[in-house]
C-alpha cells in the first residue's frame, strides 16, 4: 500500500524532508499506537489524583517520590504522556499532509495512458478476440461497464483505443476523513485539557489550595477568574443555599473557579426504590445572572444537564447539607432523670459536661431513611425494612478518643416488642454493636431511665436493700454491722452490675471468690441484684401509678426483662448519656459538576468525520478496469484487466462476473 | 475522447438494487414498518422521543437487513412470535411465570435464556463432529442449532425486557444494562456474524471454533446466573437511565463480537499453518480464505468500535459532564482500539499478513475481554455496570 502513497516523498534530502520522513514513516505511527496504549494501562491500575497521603501509604515515600517524579499519580496531563500524544498528532498530520494530495489526484486520474504490457502484468487479466471491430468493441465495453455503476473513459492513440473505468474512488476520502478527524479531536481535546492551568502553573500564576477552609478564604493564587474558557469543576450546594464558586480538583488540592452567575438550589429530591436503591435524584435550580431579567428556573436530573451560556451543569451526587437536629439528652449516670433538650445539626458539633467530663458530640450525617433487607427467617411477606431516620455522631473526650454512634428515632420493633435502637463502635472499621433500650407504653424511654436513676440512687437502694434483709436478721449490734456489710457490698455488686454489666459481677467473683465456689457465687449474686432491681422497678412502675398490688401484667414483666438486658450492657455502651431525637429539619445538598468545554463542538465535529470516514475506508474500496483494444484481423483484440486497492478476493469475483458480462457484450469469436 | 452514448448503455441496463426487491421483500418491509408504528402508539409513555427515534431507525436497519441477508426475516419473525406468546402468556402477571408451563420451561426470558446455553454448546459439538467426519449434513445441523440458539437467546432478551417491567412500571429497562444482558449480547452477536460468513462462503468448517468462545460465554452466564444469582432483574441505577444505553452496548457488541470472531478464525488459521498438509488442513478453510476473513472481521468490529466509542463519549458528556474522564473503562476502550488500529496499519500499510496477525488478533480477543470484565472486575470507575 505504502509503495502508491508515503514513498512517494520529494526526492531532495534536506533536513525538513528526512524529519518528514521520519514522522511520516508507518513504523513510528505504528509503534506510537502501541507504546500510548501501554502507557495509558497505567492511569487505569494506578487509582489517579488521589490524596497524596494515600499513596504514601501504600508505597513508602521512597516509591512516592519516584512516581509523583514521573507524574504517575495524573499520568494523562503528565508532560511525557502528552508529548507522546503529541507526536502522533504531528505524524497524523504529516501523513495525511504527505498522502492526501495524490490520492486526491489518484481519484480523478483514469490512467488513460497505461501500457500493454504493464496491463499483462496484472493479476486479474484476461484477452480474447472479437468479431466487433475495435471502435464499436471499445464502446461497447464502454457502455457495459458505465451500466455497471463505474465511471469511464476512454481514449484512442493510434491504432488502439483503451476504456479506463473507476469506481468507488470515494474509498479514498475515507482515509482522509478517517486521519483528519483524529487531528481533529486532538485539537479538540486539547483546548479542552488542563493544559493552560499546567503552564500558569510552572510560571508559578497558580498554586493548589490544599487547606480545608471557606470559599471566601481561598487566596487569589488559587483562584480563577471567569475569564477561564475551560474546566471541569464540581461544588455541593445545600437546600437554600447557593454557590458562584466551583472547586477543580489538582493533583492533592484544589482550585477556586468563579462563575459569572450564581447557582442556587432551592430543592433537592430523592427517590429509592422499593429495595432502598437511589432510583432518581434531582435538583430544582435557580440560576441569578444580572444578565436575565428574572431567574432561571430548572430542574436537572443524572442525565439530564443544564446548558447555560456555555457552562453546563450536571446532577452529580449528593449528600446531606446539614440537617437540623434536635435531641434529648437522657443521663445513663445520674441518681435522677431530668433530661436535657439539645439543639444541633449535621456538620456541626457541640459540648456536653458529663458525669464522666467533658465531651465533644460532632454530628456527621443524618439519614431519612434506612432501608435494610429483612432476615429470612421473619415470616412477613416484605423483602426489605424502613427503619426510618437516624443519625450519626461522634462523642470525643478530652484526650481526643472518639466513640460512634448511629441512633434511629422510630422505635423498632424486635419479637413483637419496641425498642429504642442505638449503634456503637470505636472505629469505622468495625460493625456497629446494638443497644435496645425498651419502650414503656408512653412510646418514651422514660420507664427504662427511671429505673436506671433508681439503681443510681444510693440511698434508695441502701433503703431497699436494708428491707430485703430486715426479716433475715433480728435486731442486735453484731447482725446489725453484718448488715450493713451486705448492704455495702451488695449496692457495690449493684453499681458494679450497672456500670460494667455481668462482666463486672463475674470479674468480681473471680476476684474474691475460690474457684470451686465461683459459680455458686455469680448465681446467688444476680439473685439479689434481681430482687433488688425488682423492688426498684416496682417502685417505677407505683409513681407511674400503675396497680400493682394484685400482681404485674406480662407487658410489664417482659419490659423489665429487657430492661435488664440492656442495664446488662450499658457499660460496654461507653457513653455517659443517651441521646433521643425528637425532631428534624431535613436538609440535603446536592452535588453539581459544572464543565465549560469550548473544544466540545471541534471534538464531536471530529467523532463526525471519524465515523463517516472508518466506513468509507472499510466499505467503499476503489477498483479500476481497462480494456485494451486493438485492431485484429478484421475484428478487435480485447485486454481487459484490474486492480482493486484492498478485499482482492471480492474484487477477483467481480472481476470475473464483470468478465463474463463483457465477454456477453463483446463476444469471442 | 467520447462517453458511451445512451442507447448502447440501455442494452446492458440491469435493474437498480432496489428495482431487484421482490414482493415478499415488500412484505417484509411493510410488516416491519407496520409493527413499529404499533409498538409506538402501545408504549408511547414509556418512551422519549430519542427513544421514539432509535424505535424508527432500528426499524430501518432491520428492513435493510432482511433484504440484504435474507434469514434475518425467518429469524425476526420466530422472535416475535415467540415475544408476543410470551407476553400474552403473562397476560400482565410475573407470578405466571411460575404456573404456566410454557413460560417456566421455554420461553420465560430465564428458560429462553437456558436454552440458548445448551443449544450453542450443542451446535458446538456437532460442528466439530460434522469436521472430524466431514459429514455436510451433521454441519447443516450444527447451522440449524446455531440459528435456534441465536433465535432462543434474543427472545429471552426481549421477554426479559418485558418482565422487568412487570416487576415495576419504574424498574423496566432495555435487558442489555449488566453484565449477565451483555453476555447473552455477546454470545448471540458473535454467532450471528459467524453465521454470515459461513453464508457468505458458503462453508460451515470454522463453526466449531467460532462457537467454542460463545460457549465460553455460555459457561461464564450459567456460572455468573447460579453462583451470583446475576439473572435476578434488579433496577437500575440513575445513571444508567438513559437511552444511550440502547445504543452505545449493542454497537459496542457488535465491535467485541467482530474481535471475538477474529480471534477464534485467527486460532483456526494458524492450526493450519502449523501443518499445511495435516488432517486440519484437509478440513479447514484455505490460509487465504481466513486471512481474509480475519481481516473483514477484525475491520467490522473496527468500525463498530470506533462508533460505539464515539457514543459512550457523547454519553459520559450527558451523565458526568466530561466527553473523556480517562475513566479505567473509557481508557480501555481506547487501548483495544490503538491496538487494532496498529493491527489494520500494519496488515494494509505494511502488507503483513498470516501468521503474526493471527497472533495478534488472538491477544487482542484478550486485550478486549479485559476491556469488557476484567475493568470490572479489578479496576474501581465509573462505570457502573455489573460488577463481579
Ligand atoms: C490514531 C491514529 C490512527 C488511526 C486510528 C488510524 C486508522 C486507520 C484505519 C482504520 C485505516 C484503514 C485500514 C484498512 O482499511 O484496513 C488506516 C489506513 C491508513 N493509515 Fe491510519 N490511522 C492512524 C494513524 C495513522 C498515521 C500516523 C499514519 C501515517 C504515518 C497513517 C497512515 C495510514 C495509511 C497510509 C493508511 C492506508 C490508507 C489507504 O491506502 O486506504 N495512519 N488508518
Known amino acids: ?669 | 475522447m467520447s462517453v458511451p452514448t445512451d442507447y448502447l448503455q440501455q442494452e446492458f441496463k440491469q435493474d437498480s438494487w432496489l428495482r431487484q426487491l421482490r414482493g415478499f421483500d415488500w412484505l417484509w418491509g411493510l410488516l416491519v414498518a407496520a409493527s413499529s408504528v404499533y409498538a409506538h402508539v402501545r408504549y408511547a409513555d414509556f418512551m422519549d422521543n430519542y427513544e421514539i427515534g432509535i424505535l424508527y431507525g432500528t426499524a430501518g436497519l432491520l428492513v435493510w437487513l432482511g433484504w440484504t441477508w435474507k434469514p434475518v426475516r425467518q429469524l425476526s419473525l420466530v422472535i416475535a412470535l415467540l415475544s408476543l406468546l410470551a407476553i400474552s402468556l403473562y397476560g400482565g402477571e410475573l407470578s405466571r411465570g411460575e404456573s404456566n408451563f410454557f413460560l417456566k420451561y421455554m420461553i420465560s426470558s430465564q428458560s429462553a435464556i437456558m436454552w440458548m446455553s445448551a443449544l450453542y454448546v450443542m451446535a458446538m459439538v456437532t460442528y466439530y463432529f460434522a469436521m472430524i467426519v466431514r459429514s455436510d449434513f451433521s454441519a447443516r445441523v450444527g447451522s440449524a442449532l446455531t440459528w435456534s440458539a441465536t433465535a432462543m437467546g434474543l427472545t429471552g432478551l426481549m421477554v426479559r425486557w418485558h418482565e422487568s417491567y412487570l416487576i415495576g412500571q419504574d424498574v423496566g429497562y432495555i435487558p442489555v444494562s449488566n453484565l449477565y444482558e451483555v453476555f447473552i449480547l455477546f454470545s448471540v452477536i458473535t454467532a450471528l456474524l459467524y453465521l454470515f460468513y459461513e453464508q457468505r462462503y458458503q462453508n460451515r468448517q470454522l463453526g466449531g471454533f467460532v462457537l467454542t468462545v460463545v460457549s465460553a460465554a455460555v459457561a461464564f452466564l450459567l456460572w455468573y446466573a447460579f453462583a451470583r444469582g446475576a439473572h435476578e432483574i434488579q433496577p437500575l441505577v440513575p445513571a444508567l437511565q438513559s437511552y444511550w444505553m440502547k445504543l452505545h452496548v449493542p454497537t459496542n457488541f457488535v465491535g467485541y463480537g467482530g474481535f471475538a470472531l477474529a480471534a477464534m478464525v485467527a486460532l483456526a488459521y494458524l492450526l493450519v499453518d502449523r501443518r499445511p498438509s495435516g488432517w486440519l488442513a484437509k478440513r479447514l478453510p484455505s490460509l487465504e480464505q481466513m486471512d481474509d476473513v480475519m481481516y473483514k472481521a477484525i475491520a467490522l468490529g473496527f468500525a463498530f468500535f470506533t462508533v460505539a466509542t464515539v457514543l459512550g463519549a457523547m454519553w459520559a458528556a450527558e451523565a458526568w459532564g466530561g466527553y473523556w474522564s480517562w475513566d479505567p473503562k473509557e481508557t480501555w476502550a481506547l487501548i483495544v482500539w490503538l491496538n487494532y488500529a496498529a493491527w489494520l496499519h500494519l496488515r494494509l500499510t505494511k502488507g503483513w499478513r498470516g501468521r503474526p496477525l493471527a497472533w495478534w488478533a488472538i491477544i487482542g480477543l484478550f486485550i478486549t475481554l479485559f476491556a469488557f470484565i476484567g475493568v470490572n472486575m479489578f479496576l474501581s470507575g465509573l462505570h457502573s455496570y455489573g460488577t463481579l
Open chain 1, 1 to 669: 500500500m505504502l509503495k502508491n502513497t508515503a514513498s512517494t516523498a520529494c526526492p531532495r534530502r534536506s533536513v525538513g524532508s528526512v524529519l518528514l520522513e521520519f514522522f511520516g514513516s508507518m513504523n513510528l505511527a505504528i509503534t506510537l499506537l502501541i507504546v500510548i496504549a501501554i502507557a495509558s494501562v497505567i492511569g487505569t491500575v494506578l487509582q489517579q489524583n488521589e490524596p497524596y497521603t494515600n499513596y504514601v501509604r501504600k508505597f513508602g515515600p521512597f516509591w512516592f517520590e519516584v512516581f509523583k517524579s514521573l507524574g504517575l499519580f495524573d499520568v494523562y496531563s503528565s508532560g511525557w504522556f502528552l508529548l507522546l500524544l503529541g507526536f502522533l498528532l504531528f505524524s497524523t498530520s504529516v501523513c495525511i499532509w504527505r498522502n492526501t494530495p495524490h490520492m486526491l489526484r489518484d481519484m480523478r486520474n483514469f490512467r488513460l495512458d497505461v501500457k500493454e504490457k504493464s496491463l499483462r502484468n496484472f493479476h486479474l487479466q484476461a484477452a480474447w478476440e472479437s468479431g466487433h471491430d475495435a471502435e464499436t468493441a471499445a464502446a461497447r465495453s464502454a457502455a457495459m461497464l458505465a451500466s455497471r455503476g463505474y465511471r469511464v473513459r476512454q481514449a484512442r492513440q493510434g491504432e488502439h483505443c483503451t476504456v479506463a473505468a473507476m469506481k468507488g474512488s470515494a474509498g479514498r476520502l475515507g482515509y482522509i476523513f478517517l486521519h483528519v478527524a483524529i487531528v481533529v479531536i486532538c485539537l479538540g481535546g486539547l483546548i479542552d485539557g488542563n493544559l493552560p492551568l499546567k503552564l500558569k502553573e510552572l510560571r508559578g500564576e497558580l498554586r493548589a489550595e490544599t487547606r480545608d477552609i471557606r470559599a471566601s478564604e481561598v487566596p487569589l493564587e488559587s483562584t480563577l477568574g471567569v475569564d477561564n474558557p475551560s474546566f471541569r469543576g464540581s461544588v455541593s450546594i445545600p437546600e437554600g443555599g447557593s454557590s458562584k464558586v466551583v472547586f477543580l480538583q489538582l493533583r492533592d488540592g484544589y482550585l477556586m473557579q468563579q462563575l459569572p452567575f450564581s447557582i442556587e438550589l432551592e430543592e433537592f429530591r430523592l427517590e429509592y426504590y422499593s429495595t432502598g436503591m437511589p432510583k432518581s435524584y434531582e435538583s430544582d435550580l435557580i440560576i441569578h445572572d444580572d444578565g436575565l431579567e428574572q431567574p432561571l428556573r430548572q430542574t436537572i436530573r443524572v442525565n439530564h444537564p443544564l446548558e447555560y451560556k456555555g457552562y453546563a451543569i450536571y446532577q452529580s451526587s449528593f449528600g446531606d447539607g446539614g440537617s437540623r437536629l434536635s435531641m434529648r439528652a437522657w443521663s445513663l449516670d445520674l441518681p435522677q432523670q431530668e433530661p436535657v433538650e439539645l439543639q444541633s445539626g449535621v456538620n456541626r458539633s457541640l459540648r456536653l459536661t458529663t458525669t464522666r467530663g467533658e465531651r465533644t458530640l460532632e454530628f456527621t450525617d443524618f439519614k431519612l431513611h434506612n432501608i435494610f433487607p429483612v432476615p429470612e427467617d421473619e415470616g412477613s411477606g416484605k423483602k426489605f425494612r424502613n427503619y426510618g431516620p437516624s443519625f450519626i455522631f461522634r462523642m470525643r473526650d478530652p484526650a481526643g478518643e472518639a466513640l460512634e454512634y448511629v441512633n434511629y428515632m422510630a422505635p423498632v420493633e424486635v419479637e413483637d416488642r419496641m425498642f429504642f435502637m442505638s449503634g456503637m463502635r470505636s472505629s469505622p472499621a468495625e460493625d456497629y454493636r446494638y443497644l435496645y433500650i425498651p419502650v414503656d407504653a408512653a412510646g418514651s424511654p422514660q420507664r427504662f431511665m427511671q429505673l436506671l436513676a433508681a439503681a443510681h440512687d444510693d440511698v434508695r437502694v441502701r433503703a431497699t436493700i436494708k428491707q430485703q434483709l430486715a426479716d433475715m436478721v433480728d435486731d442486735d449490734e453484731a447482725s446489725r454491722d453484718v448488715q450493713e456489710k451486705m448492704i455495702g457490698s451488695i449496692s457495690r455488686l449493684l453499681d458494679l452490675f450497672v456500670d460494667e454489666g455481668i462482666a463486672g459481677i463475674v470479674k468480681h467473683a473471680e476476684e474474691n471468690v475460690p474457684e470451686e465456689q465461683r459459680q455458686g457465687a455469680i448465681d446467688s449474686y444476680i439473685n439479689v441484684l434481681q430482687g433488688v432491681l425488682g423492688v426498684l422497678y416496682v417502685e417505677v412502675l407505683r409513681d407511674e401509678g400503675i396497680m400493682v398490688a394484685d400482681g404485674i401484667s406480662e407487658a410489664d414483666n417482659r419490659f423489665y426483662d429487657d430492661a435488664l438486658n440492656a442495664l446488662s450492657i450499658l457499660g460496654a455502651y461507653g457513653s455517659p448519656v443517651f441521646l433521643q431525637l425528637n425532631s428534624f429539619e431535613h436538609i440535603e445538598a446536592s452535588g453539581l459538576q459544572i464543565t465549560r468545554s469550548p473544544g466540545k463542538d471541534i471534538v464531536y465535529l471530529g467523532c463526525a468525520m471519524l465515523m463517516i470516514g472508518v466506513f468509507m475506508v472499510f466499505y467503499v474500496h476503489q477498483r479500476r478496469l481497462w480494456v485494451y483494444v486493438m485492431p485484429h484481423e478484421g475484428g478487435a483484440s480485447l485486454l481487459f484487466a484490474g486492480s482493486g486497492l484492498r478485499r482482492r478476493e471480492d474484487f477477483e469475483q467481480e472481476f470475473r462476473t464483470l468478465q463474463g458480462e463483457l465477454q456477453q457484450a463483446v463476444p469471442p469469436v
